[in-house]
C-alpha cells in the first residue's frame, strides 16, 4: 500500500552539529507537513510545503520539498539538546476512504553534550 | 497549552473493564482523529470526524468505540481490550478534513497500559 517512508531512523550527534533526516512517499503529494514530538510529548506541527522545489527555514532548520513531490528533508544546522526528539514528515496519501494524513517513521534524534 | 485537551493522563485497566478516553479541543476546528502511537511503529490514525459526522475508521476492532457529540468533544469507549492495546492515544483536531492539507493540533495523550 502507499506509505511514507523517513530515514534514517535513528540518530546521534554531538552537539553543534548538522542533522538530517529524509522522507519519501510511494506516490506524488499534494504537501508535506513535518512535526516534532519531543520525548515524553506530544506531536507539534512545524512547517507545511507545498510547491514542487519549495525550500522554507526557520532559524536553523531547512525544509525542503522534492521537484517530483515525492521525497523531502528537513536539515538542522549546529543542533543544540533542544533538538532532541523524534521528527516525522506526513503527508496526504490515498486510502480507501480518501485522502488521508499519512504519517512516517520518524527519525529519533539525540543530541550529546 | 496546546488547544487540545485529553484526560486521563494515564490509565492502567485490566482487559474486563471498559474506560472511556476524553478529548476536548478549544480552536474552533471541525475534524477531530483518534491515533495510537505505539513504540517503534508510526502514528496509526483510528477514526477521523468531521462536522460531529465519523468520516473514517481504520479497520480499528470494535472493543474501540467513538463517540463525537459535538465539534469540540471526543471520546474513545474502550472495552474487553488486549495487552497489545498497551499505547499512547492521541487525539488531534485540525480545521477540517480536507483531504490531509490541514495541520494537525495533538493532544498531550493517554498512556494506556493493560494488564
Known amino acids: 500500500g502507499q506509505q511514507v517512508m523517513q530515514i534514517p531512523q535513528y540518530q546521534h550527534v554531538q552537539e553543534g552539529e548538522d542533522f538530517t533526516t529524509y522522507c519519501n512517499s510511494s506516490t506524488t503529494l499534494s504537501n508535506i507537513q513535518w512535526y516534532k514530538q519531543r520525548p515524553g510529548g506530544h506531536p507539534v506541527f512545524l512547517i507545511q510545503l507545498v510547491k514542487s522545489g519549495e525550500v522554507k527555514k526557520q532559524k536553523r532548520l531547512t525544509f525542503q520539498f522534492g521537484e517530483a513531490k515525492k521525497n523531502s528533508s528537513l536539515h538542522i544546522t549546529a543542533t543544540q539538546t533542544t533538538d532532541v526528539g523524534t521528527y516525522f514528515c506526513a503527508g496526504p496519501l490515498f486510502t480507501g476512504g480518501g485522502n488521508k494524513l499519512t504519517f512516517g517513521t520518524g527519525t529519533q534524534l539525540k543530541v550529546e553534550l | 497549552e496546546t488547544g487540545v485537551t485529553q484526560t486521563p493522563r494515564h490509565l492502567v485497566m485490566g482487559m474486563t473493564n471498559k474506560k472511556s478516553l476524553k478529548c476536548e479541543q478549544h480552536?474552533?476546528?471541525?475534524?477531530m482523529y483518534w491515533y495510537k502511537q505505539s513504540a517503534k511503529k508510526p502514528l496509526e490514525l483510528m477514526f477521523v470526524y468531521n462536522f460531529k459526522e465519523q468520516t473514517e475508521n481504520n479497520s480499528v476492532p470494535s472493543r474501540f468505540s467513538p463517540e463525537c457529540p459535538n465539534s469540540s468533544h471526543l471520546f474513545l469507549h474502550l472495552h474487553t481490550l488486549q495487552p497489545e492495546d498497551s499505547a499512547l492515544y492521541l487525539c488531534?483536531?485540525?480545521?477540517?478534513?480536507?483531504?490531509?492539507?490541514?495541520?494537525?493540533?495533538f493532544g498531550d495523550g493517554t498512556r494506556l497500559s493493560i494488564l
Open positions: 488531534a483536531s485540525s480545521q477540517d478534513r480536507q483531504g490531509g492539507w490541514q495541520p494537525q493540533h
Open positions: 480552536l474552533g476546528h471541525n475534524a
